[in-house]
């Protein structure tokens, strides 16, 4: 296994979860670490993106300041802090890893390890 998600549950609108993501085997040297999300029907869309070196990290714009990301290094494990969730944030959200910098952060097709998805559902 290389990067495995968990933490997702079932919350009201307004409330938190923090998702998990910890890597093991060859995602451990990658330097992108992505998250995201695909609601029933739709598609996959991008969540926000953490540099391991500097910690730089920056979020899609319909999460903006609910969000954060952030990355521990001696548990090789990155978390997505969700805030104020709200129901169009259901979703299952995929943790994922790129092996190089730069490109297009926010494409899936970038990153070449993916875990197992854990769900979040938000009730209004």
């Known amino acids: 296994v290389q990067l495995q998600a968990f933490g997702g549950g079932l919350v009201q609108a307004g409330g938190s979860l923090r998702l998990s993501c910890a890597a093991s085997?060859?995602?451990?040297?990658?330097?992108?670490m992505g998250w995201f999300r695909q609601a029933p029907g739709r598609e996959r869309e991008f969540v926000g993106a953490m540099y391991w070196s500097g910690g730089s990290t920056y979020l899609a714009d319909s999460v903006k300041g609910r969000f954060t990301i952030s990355g521990d290094n001696a548990k090789n494990t990155v978390y997505l802090e969700m805030n104020r969730l709200k129901p169009e944030d259901t979703a299952v959200y995929y943790c994922a890893s790129k092996t190089y910098y730069g490109g297009t952060d926010n494409d899936g097709q970038m990153y070449a390890y993916w875990g197992q998805g854990t769900e979040v559902t938000v009730s209004s």
């Open positions: 085997g060859r995602a451990l040297s990658t330097p992108v």
